[in-house]
């Protein structure tokens, strides 16, 4: 059965902590909410360590009886109390929580591959729909910027559409991806308008696809990268926002042949 919780319960002010950058670092936890997201996280096996809902939510939503069943804490708030816990204007009414993972970078470098290097992006969305496109393509490791979003920020999380949940992620400075890239023999490569025609550039079985944000381009990331490949456009188009180009290059990256 679940639990009634008031509006200034100290899990409720636990969870409302969530929706901050510093809450979410202190407490190593995050949250994201809506039947959809609960879907991806459950199938994807994710521990959710506890569920907030509103009561219709709770009487609609059929995962909840899946959590309860395995023991997870399910929490009831009215409300005007979930709001406080969504950054959505019209709150969804169920929210979880699971622990943060993010990997060393060695352990992330390990093995072969193509893998995301989100080059101090800034703007969630961009960020959450290169996760996606990255599982779309076969990439299941991304490494983000020390200086741009965070990977657990609520709109990464929605944009992403459930592909954070089988990622493997990590955060990195300049200086720490560029000697763990050199421990592990991998390539940065970066996509810039200076850069060499994308579809005619090869890339090696050891690859750091760097992607750069509209405005700012790479910055100082630049300095790591070994080479620059550029996506050609026919169009009067100057340039294209960070999920595009991003997108297109993480398809020409692991394209077979």
Known sequence: ???????????????????????????????????????????????????????RAYDDAAQVRALESAGTPVYLVDERTFAKLSDLDTPSGLL???????HPLDELLEAPGTVLLLADLNDPGNAGTLLRSAEAFGVDRAIFGASGVEPYQPKVVRGAMGAIFRQRLARASCGELQAAARRHAFEIVGTAAAGEPLGRAPFGARTILAVGSERHGLGPWSALCSRLVAIPMAGPAESLNAATAGSIALYEATKPG
């Open 96 to 102: 979880a929580v699971a622990p943060m993972l993010l």
């Open 1 to 55: 059965m679940p639990t009634t919780l008031g509006a200034h319960h100290p899990r409720v002010e636990f969870a409302r902590e969530l929706l901050s950058k510093k809450g979410r670092r202190e407490h190593g936890r995050f949250s994201f909410e809506g039947p959809t997201l609960l879907d991806e996280a459950l199938r994807s096996r994710v521990a959710i360590e506890a569920l907030y809902a509103t009561r």
